[in-house]
């Protein structure tokens, strides 16, 4: 079970927005993703009230997509309770949570109350049909609730990453597809047309597998530079590219959570990271 706000979630909408509420909403999942939301000291509303989850718009682009939840009393107290169920999925991205307390009234930011995510701590070792739906609440890093959301057509969850001082080593599986024999892992410089390719090692069931790299794909094409490797899987040779990413569980940002060592030879450092949309990349860097 999560804490209260002011959790190191990722990034809130910006602060010259809606008002604070002042009121604490508990949000539960289960497994299929249904979450309830419940303010357990309701605050004063008029008939009708609603909580509003609002698609974060993108960096220059109009606000986006909202979801209007009825809030009704339920449970001693007078508790007011609204359930955000799994269909229709929430389109991919950071929905902020409103409390609208009447028909006219503007809506108002919720802060985070106790977040029961236990339901996701095991959501790896489900294997997911098409489209793969996630949703993740979490707190802002100003201590507003929001949901961390993802809808994939398919998806390649990362699972374990070894490190060695000469190799690394990512076990993964797909959901929504399987492995083809024709199957191929991708290493893609940013930034660049660059592509290196690996054959995976296929687990019987053709939907794990796992591939291994080290500073012979991975090392720098040229210049002095920085450099990442993004991660994909090509599940057989005429599928569209997937990203390789972590997101079946209860970690909305993974990136500063999940740190791995790195390789360092042959005046290379290599290090597997998860990036701010918790895809996998490999930083490498030339030892000065």
């Not at 999560?2 to 959790?7: E, L």
């Not at 602060?15 to 419940?38: N, Y």
């Not at 390719?197 to 687990?203: E, M, Y």
Request: net charge neutral; proline share 8%.
């Amino acid at each position: 079970m999560s804490g209260t706000a002011g959790g190191t979630g990722g990034p809130s909408a910006a602060s010259d927005g809606p008002r604070d509420s002042g009121a604490r909403a508990d949000c539960t999942i289960d497994a299929d993703g249904r979450i309830t939301f419940r303010l357990p000291s309701a605050p004063a509303t008029r008939p009708h009230p609603r909580l509003v989850l609002r698609l974060r718009p993108g960096k220059g682009r109009p606000e986006a997509d909202s979801r209007s939840l009825d809030l009704e009393a339920g449970g001693p107290g007078g508790h007011l309770c609204a359930l955000l169920e799994p269909h229709p999925a929430l389109g991919e991205g950071r929905w902020d949570a409103y409390l609208v307390p009447g028909p006219d009234a503007e809506p108002q930011r919720l802060r985070p109350g106790l977040r029961d995510l236990r339901a996701l701590v095991d959501g790896h070792l489900r294997d997911r049909t098409s489209p793969v739906a996630v949703r993740v609440p979490y707190a802002t890093r100003d201590g507003f609730l929001a949901l961390r959301t993802w809808l994939r057509t398919v998806h390649a969850e990362a699972g374990a990453v070894d490190v060695t001082d000469r190799a690394i080593t990512v076990a993964v599986r797909l959901h929504g597809a399987a492995l083809g024999a024709d199957a191929l892992v991708h290493l893609r410089l940013r930034g660049t047309g660059t592509v290196r390719t690996l054959r995976p090692r296929a687990d019987d069931d053709g939907r794990g597998f796992s591939f291994t790299t080290g500073t012979d794909e991975a090392a720098d094409v040229g210049g002095g530079a920085d450099q990442v490797w993004d991660v994909f899987v090509r599940p057989t040779a005429d599928a569209a590219p997937v990203r390789v990413a972590r997101l079946l569980d209860d970690v909305a940002d993974r990136k500063h959570v999940h740190v791995y060592p790195a390789i360092r030879t042959g005046g290379l450092t290599l290090r597997p990271y998860y990036t701010v949309d918790n895809d996998l990349s490999i930083a490498v860097s030339r030892e000065s």
